[in-house]
């Protein structure tokens, strides 16, 4: 059964990333920028 989780979520981490080269569209949550992280200050 563990197997199995393991296969899904490499699936649909291999299909983010697909998309993401083919049209540039970026996951929901993501941060490719430090800007996007709480400022500290």
Do not use: H, N, Q, T
């Not at 299909?15 to 929901?28: D, H, T």
């Amino acid at each position: 059964m563990r197997r199995i989780g393991i296969v899904a979520l490499a699936c649909k981490l291999l299909i983010k990333l697909w998309k993401y080269l083919e049209k540039g569209s970026i996951p929901e949550g993501a941060c490719l920028k430090p800007s996007c992280l709480p400022d500290p200050g």
